[in-house]
Nanobody, 126 residues
């Protein structure tokens, strides 16, 4: 059974940084798409960043390009989201997700992702 456990959320002032971690276990796929999504109250879930482990290709939402970086540590089965220059509009619950779909990685759309973590809250104050 695939399990995804997020950590690293918290509260920070605008302009600050946070690093989220997602520890994955239970899957045997050699290539998998790992992603970070976020959802603010009253808004749809948004695909923030994804990484395809087969080729380490990365994809970002326009709203976070240049500020967020997704990376992976294969030895630890862990995916990270480094978030810099945080803005109040980045405030949301952040979820780690996994998919076997390469296309899902490119389009960063939630229905392509079958495995989800419990989420970690990120709050950015102005």
């Amino acid at each position: 059974q695939v399990q995804l456990v997020e950590s690293g959320g918290g509260s920070v002032q605008a302009g600050g940084s946070l690093r989220l971690s997602c520890a994955a276990s239970g899957y045997t796929y050699s290539r998998v798409c790992m992603g970070w999504f976020r959802q603010a109250p009253g808004k749809e879930r948004e695909g923030v960043a994804t990484i395809y482990t087969g080729r380490t290709s990365t994809y970002y939402a326009d709203s976070v390009k240049g500020r967020f970086t997704i990376s992976q540590d294969n030895a630890k089965n862990t995916v990270y989201l480094q978030m810099n220059s945080l803005k109040p509009e980045d405030t949301a619950m952040y979820y780690c997700a996994a998919s076997t779909s390469r296309w899902g990685c490119t389009v960063r759309t939630a229905p392509f992702f079958g495995y989800w973590g419990q989420g970690t809250q990120v709050t950015v104050s102005s």
